[in-house]
């Protein structure tokens, strides 16, 4: 058994029933009771940031979904995490497409795509996403 006792490091570990659905444990050596941690899928910090990033561009969680793959769930538990507070209200509705590099370029060299328009650009692996906005208008 690859099992360690945490208290003394001990290897002489015997099954001592279940807690919660999860193997509890006892060291023969010192009488420790313990449990071993399950170990969760962890997601690259990366992505982790870029869902952050997407969500105060106001992408909504569900767009961040589809975009980077990761559960809508995962990023709102993120965002809860974090304590990030996006602004409450948006007067806009960004819309955003994903680039390769030399479809990046000839994009941004027209620049009547661009005009009048707010705009941030963020790397996603090896592809590039633009997210645009209409500017505020001054009355």
Excluded at 25 to 52: M, P, R, T
Excluded at 119 to 124: D, G, K, P, R, V
Aim: charged fraction near 25%; glycine fraction near 8%.
């Amino acid at each position: 058994m690859e099992t360690q006792c945490p208290k003394c490091q001990g290897n002489q570990i015997i099954r001592s029933g279940a807690v919660n659905n999860r193997q509890r444990y006892k060291c023969k050596e010192c009488g420790y009771h313990f449990s071993v941690n399950k170990k969760g899928k962890s997601i690259d910090a990366y992505y982790v940031i870029k869902a952050l990033q997407l969500h105060l561009e106001g992408v909504s969680l569900r767009e961040i979904e589809r975009i980077l793959g990761i559960s809508h769930v995962s990023v709102h538990n993120w965002i809860k995490q974090y304590g990030i507070k996006s602004p409450e209200n948006y007067n806009y509705r960004p819309s955003y497409q994903v680039y390769s590099h030399e479809e990046l370029i000839k994009y941004l060299s027209s620049k009547d795509q661009i005009k009048g328009m707010g705009m941030m650009i963020t790397e996603l692996g090896d592809k590039y996403m633009v997210i645009r906005w209409e500017r505020f208008k001054k009355f």
